[in-house]
Every structure is written in C-alpha cells, then in structure tokens.
C-alpha cells in the first residue's frame, strides 16, 4: 500500500531532537502517518529520512487509494456470448478469484450460477456495514473480508475508507510519542494559521475591536478609564433535585452596580474555559484547585472564597478581559434564561482562539524588524531562565520539606528538650529575681 502524497508549501527547519523533519517548499512528501494529533503528521522525503511535519505546511496531491467501492453489476448482467462455453463451476470454487479489472470480472466469475449471483439488498447491507458507528460489529467483519483472497468487491482490493486509523498499521512504530506537539496550544488555537494568512476575512464591528497603544514603554493594551472590582461573600450550601444534589453558591457583588449575583465554582470554571479559549495571548491564571472530600467544611469553603475573590479581582483589573462580552456577563446576569442564552452566545462566538486576531487593531507606526526579533531573543532567554530557575527552587523546597519532616524534625526535638531541661534546672532556684 502506498503512502499519501503531498507537497510542501512552506520551508520548515524541523528540531532533529524532537523528531522533526526539515523540508524546503515544493519537496515530495509521503505521508505515514495522519494521526499524530494536534496538527501534526508523520511523514518521509525523498531521502527516505522521516519525522514530525506541520499539517499547515503541507498539502495533499494525490491519494493512495479510491474512496468509494466500485459500482456493482446489475442483476441480469452474464457473460456475452463470444465468451465461450462457461468454466467448470467446481474448478471455480475451489480456485482464489484473482484480482483483475472490472472488465474483465466476467472471465473469472460464472454468473449463471444462482449461489455466485450478488443483488442488489446484499450491496446496501454491506454500505449500511461500512457506515455504522466504530463501536459496532463493523471492524470485525472488515477484518475477515481482508483475510479473504483479492480483498474486496469482484476480487479487487480492499478500499480503506478510514485513511487515518489504518495509517498506524502500515508502520509498525514512530519517531515519537502521538501526544507530542511543540505548538500543540499555538495550532490548535488558530494562531499558526492566522500567521500563515489562511483565516477566513471576517468583517469586525467597531465595538469587537481590541486596540494596541504605543507608549514610552513600549506597546500596550489600551488602559481603563475607570477600575472596578468584584466581591465574593455570602457561600451557601444549596441543592437541586429535591435534595439529591448539593453544591456552595457564592453571591458575587461587581463594584459599578452592586447588583449580586448567584454563581457556583462549576460557573467559574466555564468562565474560565471560555477566557482560554477566546484570548490566546492572555495569560489567564488558574483557578483553586477542586477538592472532592472536605468540600463543605467551613475553612475550605472560606478559603476558596478568598482565592476566586482575587482572581476574579485580578480579571477585572486586565485591560482586555475586564471589557469582554463573555466577562460582563458573568458578572451582571441575574436570570437563568438570559444566562442560558448569553452562554450559548459566548460559546458559539466567532472571534475566539485565531479569530480573536483579527479584533487587534494595531497602532499605525511600524515596528523595526531586527529590534523586534532581538526582543524576542531576549524574551525566550528570560523563560527559558525563570523555568529552569522556580524548577530548581520547587525542587531545593521540596527536598528541605523531606529533611523537616525526618531526620531535622528529631533535631529539633532534642534542641527543645534541652531547654526544657534547663527550665526545670531554674525551677530548683529559690533565690528571688532582683
């Protein structure tokens, strides 16, 4: 079986590291492998090297095999007459049908036999068997007609409909792991894609715009004219379904119209999400980790509370986040209808992950290209530095909190016990304090 083929659009410098394969725009490509998740396929150059190539960079020419099975004969359909005598009908049954053109199917199978003629029903239950769902009994009923001789239909081959699923099979291992993706956020968020200038034109209204100022600083979201904050008070335990269900709900008070509203954690959990996914160059921080026991004791509950006040605080103070559609009405919708409505909305929102580029509206002046990539340089060191750097320091931590709690925990005991030792030794003193 032959791999898929495709040609690159784009030159892509691969890490040879991470198993990447470096390519130059118009190479012949064979792709091996459409599954290796996240925007990336396996594939190999003309070199016969092979590793992990950027689905965006690549386009597919040509396809190893058809999509659909060939059309079958109708009914009535025999062997024309000049054909000669037909064949010995058990010479035929014993002997593998062999795999030829569709032209020439009537000289290895006899038609006027009534076992070897196919109607028309059996051809709509074997496309029923082709199309039902992957948890059903198709896959094995694929497997034995590969077992079969010539494959498929009058002997030719098997056509495979699921290109990406039987990719595995014609390579018995890879390069990497399949969850592996150096951009996997950056893909999948449509930030590549807006880079290589394949996004959709989509016409943004004055009031999605999302403009960047330029100060003595350097650039910069465009500041609030007016700072409001939000507090969580008032956690109850509530439940729904006549008891069956229980969960805390914070009243969650926004400073400009003091105005409470009722949220859950699950709430705060979808604000969350929707944020991601909207904004892919905001760095949004995370919220309380969710607890499974204990989760109504009251100092958990005081905790959290404290903890999703100062992030919901935080999110107020943001430049970009604190003017969102999706961030207003979390904070000011009071009833469950429009809360039902203005969730779908935020969720089917067409200016989210890539798209959300398009509202930048960015200052005229243009930026200098070798101070811009300098920058950039820098940058990354100091990433790359502050992670290697908290790693070490989590890790100095960690392994201080061990000696603690072993071996410098009896240290510290026998230190306390020697001053109590000396206390009792001032209690024999009777001499009064001058």
């Excluded at 595995?168 to 993706?181: A, C, E, Q, Y």
């Amino acid at each position: 079986m032959s791999a898929l083929q495709g040609r690159a659009v784009y030159d892509f410098e691969g890490d040879v590291a991470n198993g990447e394969l470096t390519f130059q725009a118009d190479d012949l490509l064979h792709i091996l492998n459409q599954d290796v998740g996240e925007g990336w396929w396996e594939a190999q150059n003309a070199n016969g090297e092979q590793g992990l190539i950027p689905e965006a960079y690549v386009e597919i020419i040509s396809y190893s095999e058809p999509t659909m099975p060939p059309p079958p004969p109708p009914p009535s359909y025999g062997p024309p007459a000049s054909a000669g005598p037909p064949a010995d009908t058990t010479d035929n049954l014993q002997q593998p049908v062999e795999t030829q053109s569709f032209n020439n199917v009537s000289e290895t199978r006899d038609y006027s036999q009534h076992e070897n003629q196919v109607s028309p029903e059996s051809y709509e239950d074997a496309w029923d068997d082709d199309w039902e769902d992957d948890n059903s009994s198709t896959t094995e009923q694929i497997q034995k007609r590969r077992n079969l001789p010539g494959g498929g239909n009058f002997g030719l081959s098997q056509p495979n409909r699921d290109t990406k699923a039987s990719s595995d099979s014609t390579k018995p291992g890879g390069t990497v792991k399949k969850s592996f993706s150096r951009f996997s956020t950056f893909a999948k968020s449509g930030g590549e894609a807006y880079m290589m200038g394949v996004m959709p034109t989509t016409k943004v209204s004055e009031t999605d715009l999302v403009p960047i100022i330029e100060t003595q600083n350097g650039y910069e979201w465009t500041p609030l004219s007016e700072v409001f904050s939000c507090q969580v008070t008032s956690p109850k335990k509530e439940s729904k379904l006549k008891g069956l269900k229980s969960y805390i709900a914070y009243q969650l008070i926004p400073s400009f119209s003091g105005i409470r509203v009722s949220r859950r954690y699950k709430h705060f959990d979808w604000l969350h999400e929707r944020l991601e996914e909207k904004f892919p160059t905001v760095c949004v921080p995370p919220l309380p980790d969710k607890q499974i026991s204990g989760r109504y004791e009251d100092d958990f509950i005081l905790e959290r509370m404290r903890q999703l006040t100062y992030w919901v605080d935080r999110m107020c103070k943001h430049p970009v986040i604190s003017r969102s559609e999706v961030f207003a009405h979390f904070v000011t919708c009071t009833e469950d209808k429009g809360w039902k409505q203005g969730k779908r909305r935020a969720e089917k929102d067409e200016f989210k992950g890539g798209n959300w580029f398009l509202t930048v509206q960015a200052p005229p002046s243009t930026l200098d290209q070798e101070k811009t990539e300098s920058d950039i340089d820098q940058y990354y060191k100091f990433i790359k530095t502050m992670d290697d750097s908290v790693k070490k320091m989590l890790a100095v931590n960690q392994d201080s909190m061990r000696k603690h709690c072993g071996p410098f925990k009896k240290e510290f005991q026998k230190i306390g016990s020697a001053f109590a030792d000396i206390s009792k030794s001032f209690e024999l003193d009777d001499r009064p304090c001058k």
